[in-house]
């Protein structure tokens, strides 16, 4: 069993910024990529940033410059640093990982954690 929990959401002002965090727990051989996704309210999920086991990284083009996802091997988390926040980052964001286990790799998500931004 694999887990993902997110932390680091809450409400901040424009211009502002938030760090999320996402640890992955659970029988892990190993962990290919991770990433942040999000979806506002009326909204389809949208990707935000991916990492590859690398450090390859690639970004939506609403958040290039604003935004740094990175990540520690070592204890299977990835963050998300997020900068100059706009009311448009406004959503829940989920963490996602490509998890290798015994016998085959998965794809799981974390359960979401709410970014709000006040104007």
């Known amino acids: 069993q694999v887990q993902l929990v997110e932390s680091g959401g809450g409400l901040v002002q424009a211009g502002g910024s938030l760090r999320l965090s996402c640890a992955a727990t659970?029988?892990?051989?190993?962990?290919?990529?991770m990433a942040w996704y999000r979806q506002a309210p009326g909204k389809q999920r949208e990707l935000v940033a991916r990492?590859?086991?690398?450090?390859?990284?690639n970004y939506a083009d609403s958040v290039k410059g604003r935004f740094t996802i990175s990540r520690d091997n070592a204890k299977n988390r990835v963050y998300l640093q997020m900068n100059s926040l706009k009311p448009e980052d406004t959503a829940v964001y989920y963490c996602?990982?490509?998890?290798?286990?015994?016998?085959?790799?998965?794809?799981?998500w974390g359960q979401g954690t709410r970014v709000t931004v006040s104007s």
């Open positions: 996602a990982a490509d998890v290798r286990v015994t016998y085959s790799t998965n794809r799981y």
């Open positions: 659970g029988s892990i051989s190993s962990i290919n990529a």
């Open positions: 990492i590859t086991s690398s450090d390859s990284t």
